[in-house]
């Protein structure tokens, strides 16, 4: 069973564009992180949502942390190349163990 | 300044051979961590170790272990290599172990190829 279920799992879109992606569980967690992985790169943290509701701005992404603390979303606003890779949802999944999301591959086209 | 670093980056090796992947990080940070990626990119954890003690040990099989020599260092030696332990592997490290308070930082990976 995953724990932390990421749609969707491939985007493909046109500079410009904005899209959302999202992170979804039936579990409750204290928090949850957003990373993004380039190819040939490990993992980078992008930000950290604690409170339910609570909304953080990173430039042109936005981060949303649900009312119930089950789910987030990511929302790019005028994608560009650069925004390209893998976009990767973790939470606590007990036991001291930060559980993964099989990730959305976005690529943004010039 | 790199902060993880694990060597090698590609590692090409035959069935039945034994491997070892290095990993180091400059961070001070207290808990380092081994995470496999499969081919559909999937990060899985495999083990954490907090100042040298295991904390995280998943169902691996024993072919896989880790070493912790000092809380900076944390090595995986894989025995008996098999087909299906190609991936890649990423060593990562944190300031302390679990949650979304102590982030991860991780090191740039190792493809490992097993033929």
């Known amino acids: 069973t995953q724990l932390l279920e990421q749609s969707p799992q491939f985007l493909s879109i046109q500079e410009g564009e904005n899209l959302t992606v999202y992170c979804n569980s039936s579990?409750?967690?204290?928090?949850l992180q957003w990373y993004r992985q380039e190819p040939g790169e490990g993992p980078v943290l992008l930000v950290t949502?604690?409170?339910?509701?609570e909304v953080k701005k990173l430039k042109r992404l936005t981060f949303q942390f649900g009312d119930a603390r089950k789910d987030s979303s990511l929302h790019i606003t005028a994608a560009q190349p650069g925004d390209t890779g893998l976009y990767l949802c973790?939470?606590?999944?007990?036991?001291?163990?930060?559980?993964f999301g099989k990730g959305t591959k976005l690529t943004v086209n010039p | 300044d790199t902060a993880v670093s694990q060597t090698p980056k590609y590692l090409v090796t035959q069935m039945g051979n034994d491997k070892s992947i290095k990993c180091e990080q400059n961070l001070g940070h207290d808990t380092m961590y081994w995470y496999k990626q499969d081919s559909k990119k999937f990060l899985k954890i495999m083990f954490s170790y907090n100042n040298k003690e295991l904390i995280i040990n998943e169902t691996v099989p024993n072919r896989f272990s880790p070493k912790s020599p000092d809380k900076a260092h944390l090595n995986l030696h894989i025995n008996s290599l098999e087909l299906g332990d190609s991936a890649v592997y990423f060593c990562?490290?944190?300031?302390?172990?679990?949650?979304?308070?102590?982030?991860?930082?991780f090191g740039n990976g190792t493809r490992l190829t097993v033929t």
């Open positions: 990562a490290s944190s300031r302390s172990s679990g949650t979304g308070n102590s982030p991860l930082h």
């Open positions: 949502v604690v409170t339910g509701g």
């Open positions: 973790t939470a606590d999944g007990g036991s001291e163990k930060l559980v």
């Open positions: 579990s409750v967690f204290s928090s």
